[in-house]
T-cell receptor, first 118, second 113 residues
Framework: AQSVTQLGSHVSVSEGALVLLRCNYS??????LFWYVQYPNQGLQLLLK??????LVKGINGFEAEFKKSETSFHLTKPSAHMSDAAEYFC????????????????FGQGTILTVHP | NAGVMQNPRHLVRRRGQEARLRCSPM?????VYWYRQLPEEGLKFMVY????????ESGMPKERFSAEFPKEGPSILRIQQVVRGDSAAYFC???????????FGEGSRLTVL
C-alpha cells in the first residue's frame, strides 16, 4: 500500500520568498505523483504531476517539483511567493497498475496550509 | 466549458435522515470518483465508478453508504441514516480516461445535527 507524508501542516513565508513544501511517499511500485491546490471553499486543482521521464516537472502558477526516487520525495517549490499563493496544498500518489495504467484512486497527504505575509 | 458540478453545495441533515449528493462530471468524462474530506484531514478515496458500473468501492464504509452512476443523469452518493461522524466535505472528481489527473468539483459540505 502507498502512503504520503507532508512535512509541516503550516508553512509561512514572506511575499517574494522561496516556497518549499515537502512531500515524501511510500510505494512498493513506481508511483505517479501529483500536487493539488485547494483554495477556501473550493475543489482541488491540479498544479503538476510526475508520471515518467524528466524528474523535474513544471506546473501552473510558477510551481515546480522534483521527483527524487532515492529520497522518495516530491517536494514542491516556487522561487518567489505571491499573496495569491496562499492556499492548502496536497501531495498525492497513485499506483500504476497492470499494463502501465493508473487510475484516479489517489492517496493524499494531510495537506500543508501556506500563508504568505506582505 | 462547465467543470464538475456538485449539488447541493451545503446540506444539513438531522441524525437518522438520508443525504443525497449529486455530481455531474465534465463533458466527455466517463470516470467518476468520490472522495471525503474530514476536518483537519486530507481527502480519502471512497469509490470509483464508470457509467452503470462500480469499479472500486474499497473506500466506502460497509453500511449506509452507496453510490451509483447511471446511464443517464448524474452520479449520486447516498448516505442513509446519517450520524454526526458523517459530517464532512464530499468531493466528486472526473477524468476522461483511467488516469490520476482528476478534475474536482467544489464539494458538498454535509452537516449532521
Amino acid at each position: 500500500a502507498q502512503s504520503v507524508t507532508q512535512l509541516g501542516s503550516h508553512v509561512s513565508v514572506s511575499e517574494g520568498a522561496l516556497v518549499l513544501l515537502r512531500c515524501n511517499y511510500s510505494s512498493s511500485v513506481p508511483p505517479y505523483l501529483f500536487w493539488y491546490v485547494q483554495y477556501p471553499n473550493q475543489g482541488l486543482q491540479l498544479l503538476l504531476k510526475y508520471t515518467t521521464g524528466a524528474t523535474l516537472v513544471k506546473g501552473i502558477n510558477g510551481f515546480e517539483a522534483e521527483f527524487k526516487k532515492s529520497e522518495t520525495s516530491f517536494h514542491l517549490t516556487k522561487p518567489s511567493a505571491h499573496m495569491s499563493d496562499a492556499a492548502e496544498y496536497f501531495c498525492a500518489v497513485s499506483v500504476i497498475g497492470a499494463g502501465g495504467t493508473s487510475y484516479g484512486k489517489l492517496t493524499f497527504g494531510q495537506g500543508t496550509i501556506l500563508t504568505v505575509h506582505p | 466549458n462547465a467543470g464538475v458540478m456538485q449539488n447541493p453545495r451545503h446540506l444539513v441533515r438531522r441524525r437518522g435522515q438520508e443525504a443525497r449528493l449529486r455530481c455531474s462530471p465534465m463533458k466527455g468524462h466517463s470516470h467518476v470518483y468520490w472522495y471525503r474530506q474530514l476536518p483537519e484531514e486530507g481527502l480519502k478515496f471512497m469509490v470509483y465508478l464508470q457509467k452503470e458500473n462500480i469499479i472500486d468501492e474499497s473506500g466506502m464504509p460497509k453500511e449506509r453508504f452507496s453510490a451509483e452512476f447511471p446511464k443517464e443523469g448524474p452520479s449520486i452518493l447516498r448516505i442513509q441514516q446519517v450520524v454526526r461522524g458523517d459530517s464532512a466535505a464530499y468531493f466528486c472528481a472526473s477524468s476522461p480516461r483511467s488516469t490520476g489527473e482528476l478534475f474536482f468539483g467544489e464539494g458538498s459540505r454535509l452537516t449532521v445535527l
